[in-house]
T-cell receptor
């Protein structure tokens, strides 16, 4: 089946690390994405990882992929108030006409 | 370089009317995607156009349609509007196909059906 799941809410104190988790069901996924949506704005691509990678780091962002468990996570180090947004996990299914499946999004709330 | 643009920003219609939403991709991108983001449902894939042709569509009724013009801009048409069509409609563009290049999203059009 085709399903991407993520928890709906996450609260983190400013300065701490945020970890947003995502699970997917289709093993044919090739690229996995993290998008950020701020209020009133469109989706912004944060980072992506190819399915043959385990980890990707980009400044404060670290993506971990466990392909065996079909688990993807996004870690944001030193979380700031500007990180407050909805984060979408998505997978690209190259065997399904390049279909992209999105999760419902995780709302990240930053506590002072 | 300009990003993906969409118009209008907001659109208010009544039930039964038709809505037309427009999207201009990033220069050089030939693929345009349409998504619906309804409250509580996350993003739902609607349509994918590439080189003027519809390549794929999501699980939406035929009253959701669109087209891509020779300059790669695109229109999304929603006929016989229903209340549940109220949503944020996002357009994204990428280079040909989606295999090696990711999608870049526009700011969206908020459609409200009264």
């Amino acid at each position: 089946g085709e399903d991407v799941e993520q928890s709906l809410f996450l609260s983190v104190r400013e300065g701490d690390s945020s970890v947003i988790n995502c699970t997917y069901t289709d093993s044919s996924s090739t690229y996995l994405y993290w998008y950020k949506q701020e209020p009133g704005a469109g989706l912004q691509l944060l980072t992506y990882i190819f399915s043959n990678m385990d980890m990707k780091q980009d400044q404060r962002l670290t993506v971990l992929l466990n392909k065996k468990d079909k688990h993807l996570s996004l870690r944001i180090a030193d979380t700031q108030t500007g990180d407050s947004a909805i984060y979408f996990c998505a997978e690209l299914l190259m065997n399904r006409d390049d279909k992209i499946i999105f999760g419902k999004g995780t709302r990240l709330h930053i506590l002072p | 370089e300009a990003g993906v643009t969409q118009s209008p920003t907001h659109l208010i219609k009544t039930r039964g009317q038709q809505a037309t939403l427009r999207c201009s991709p990033i220069s050089g991108h030939t693929s345009v995607y349409w998504y619906q983001q309804a409250l509580g449902l996350g993003l739902q894939f609607l349509l994918w156009y590439d080189e003027g042709e519809e390549r794929n569509r999501g699980n939406f009724p035929p009253r959701f349609s669109g087209r891509q013009f020779p300059n790669y801009s695109s229109e999304l048409n929603v006929n016989a509007l229903e209340l549940e069509d109220s949503a944020l409609y996002l357009c994204a563009s990428s280079l040909a196909g989606a295999s090696a290049d990711t999608q870049y999203f526009g700011p969206g059009t908020r459609l409200t059906v009264l």
